[in-house]
């Protein structure tokens, strides 16, 4: 931050060092005394998420998701033996009260860390505030392919993949099918947004190498609410595979509207929406998510390390309901933070900085390592609805089940 205030004269300057002298000899305080009382105060971390707004619901699920991390932490003792207070804020999703967020968090509030927001739209101006002061910018969600071209050396997605490299786990299970058995046609709508729209593109691209024909394709708004249009543009091309880039409500709506229409493709691909548990289970019926495809970053019964207690806080927190991955997904963010400070011994961020871009973090995840631009390299897991719960089907290491299932028609 640009220092503002008036330039003191050399008269001022030596005036201003006796008379703390001074203060400091009357108060008698040692520096000893000094370290104790920083040691006591509270590490704070600023964060703003969209707690209204159009993401809410996620916004929502990674204050829980950080609220957990936090309460677990400060029982263990805290960071670096301080206590961890988090200062949360309402960035209402939009971009511009995102940047003036992290801007008082960090210039006025001082915090003395930040963690990041959700979604690329609002991480994308918020990390770039992040770096101008020189703090760790970890984002739990965030993974547009844009986000990693601007040379930042303190960003880090907490995630396996970028966007682009997001598709790859599902285009290689068309891939294990006979061919007999893969989709010959494919319908792509997209929401415009940073995240969803290269998922797709990406999807479009790699299965259309593999022989799969394109019946349909659009970009809707991220404000559109009525997708009977669509859906009736994908009922009329009869794809046999439909891949939506659907934040939620987005993914909820078209399904509705392809019930009205009774028409059921094949293949069921959604970003981010099936994520959403029983939110979205509610949202277009139980019956009708048999099937349906998504990839994930998280799973509740995972093995990795702490994720068993990760699940169970959760749930002691919020009546016994099962966490989602926007959740697990922030709790990973602080995870590595976690992992950066006690491994510098200090909130030096650039210390910090440089020992994750060397290190992989363990965390609920699993394993994360990063390039030199803070994107991370490994893959997601495919996850599909199956029986009314979420199942792993891919890769094999991860799975919870031995195979996929068929997509179920509509149920009324």
């Keep these: 931050m640009i220092d503002k205030s008036p330039r003191y004269t050399r008269r001022t300057v030596l005036a201003a060092s006796m008379a703390a002298v001074v203060s400091l000899s009357a108060c008698g305080s040692r520096p000893s005394e000094q370290a104790a009382t920083e040691t006591d105060k509270p590490i704070t971390i600023g964060i703003s998420l969209p707690l209204t707004g159009d993401f809410s619901q996620p916004g929502g699920e990674a204050k829980r998701g950080y609220e957990v991390w936090a309460s677990q932490i400060n029982a263990a003792g805290g960071l670096l033996g301080r206590q961890v207070q988090l200062k949360i804020v309402d960035d209402a999703s939009s971009q511009d009260t995102v ?33 101008k002061n020189g703090y760790l910018y970890v984002e739990p969600a965030g993974g547009s392919p844009k986000m990693f071209t601007r040379g930042f050396k303190r960003l880090f997605f907490a995630q396996q993949a970028t966007a682009d490299n997001n598709p790859k786990v599902f285009v290689d299970y068309i891939k294990s099918l006979p061919p007999d058995q893969r989709p010959k046609t494919a319908a792509y ?22 022989g799969v024909k394109t019946v349909y394709s659009t970009t809707y708004p991220a404000d559109a609410s009525n997708f009977q249009t669509i859906a009736g543009a994908i009922a009329a091309a009869k794809p046999d595979l439909v891949a939506q880039g659907a934040v939620f409500e987005d993914g909820v ?6 019930q009205q229409l009774n028409y059921s493709p094949k293949f069921l691909f959604q970003t981010s929406a099936p994520s959403e548990g029983t939110q979205f289970s509610d949202g277009i019926g139980a019956a009708n998510t048999e099937g349906i495809f998504y990839t994930v970053s998280w799973d509740q019964n995972a093995k990795t390390p702490g994720n068993e207690q990760f699940v169970a806080d959760y749930k002691k927190r919020n009546s016994g309901d099962i966490p989602p991955e926007d959740a697990a997904d922030a709790y990973a963010a602080a995870q590595v933070l976690q992992a950066a ?4 011994g200090s ?11 060397a290190h992989t973090v363990q965390s609920i995840l699993g394993p994360l390592n990063w390039d030199k631009t803070g994107a991370p390299t490994s893959e997601f897991l495919l996850a599909q609805w199956q029986h009314g719960q979420v199942e792993i089907v891919a ?15 509509w149920q009324s």
Excluded: C
């Excluded at 909130?347 to 871009?357: E, F, G, I, S, T």
């Design 99 to 131: 940047v003036t967020d992290y801007t008082k968090l960090i210039t006025q509030d001082k915090v003395d860390l930040v963690l990041g927001t959700f979604s690329s739209l609002l991480n994308f101006p918020a990390s770039a505030v992040a770096e």
């Design 189 to 210: 709508p997209t929401q415009d947004d940073p995240f969803a729209s290269p998922v797709i593109e990406a999807m479009q691209k790699q299965l259309e190498a593999l």
């Design 253 to 258: 709506g078209l399904i509705r509207s392809l």
């Design 341 to 344: 400070a006690k491994a510098v």
């Design 347 to 357: 909130l030096d961020q650039d210390k910090m900085a440089q020992w994750l871009h």
């Design 395 to 409: 890769p094999k290491a991860e799975a919870t089940v031995d195979s996929a299932v068929a997509k179920s028609p």
